[in-house]
Nanobody
Framework: QVHLVESGGGLVQAGGSLRLSCAAS????????MGWFRQGPGTEREFVAA????????AYAASVKGRFTISRDNAKSTAYLEMNSLKPEDTAVYYC???????????????????WGQGTQVFVSS
């Protein structure tokens, strides 16, 4: 059974940083691309970042590019999202997800991800 457990969320002031983790189990982690999505109050779930199976390629939403960094440690079956220069508009529940392929085909489309974590709340105060 696939399990994804996000952690690292919390309350931070604008300009601050957080590092989210996504601990995965129940599948062969190093054969799947991974993604991060977020859902703010009253908004739809939106793509944040994705990474291929070996970390060789990464993709970001325009709104976070240059501020967020996605990474993974296949030995630990864990994906990360380093978030810097946080803004109030980054406030959301952040979800990690398992892509159905090793490369991140159509990485921004939630339908390409088969499994999702329960989410971790990030709140950025102004």
């Amino acid at each position: 059974q696939v399990h994804l457990v996000e952690s690292g969320g919390g309350l931070v002031q604008a300009g601050g940083s957080l590092r989210l983790s996504c601990a995965a189990s129940g599948f062969t982690f190093n054969t799947h691309a991974m993604g991060w999505f977020r859902q703010g109050p009253g908004t739809e779930r939106e793509f944040v970042a994705a990474i291929t199976w070996n970390g060789g390629s990464r993709a970001y939403a325009a709104s976070v590019k240059g501020r967020f960094t996605i990474s993974r440690d296949n030995a630990k079956s864990t994906a990360y999202l380093e978030m810097n220069s946080l803004k109030p508009e980054d406030t959301a529940v952040y979800y990690c997800a398992v892509h159905r392929n090793s490369i991140y085909t159509d990485y921004a489309q939630p339908k390409m991800y088969d499994y999702w974590g329960q989410g971790t709340q990030v709140f950025v105060s102004s």
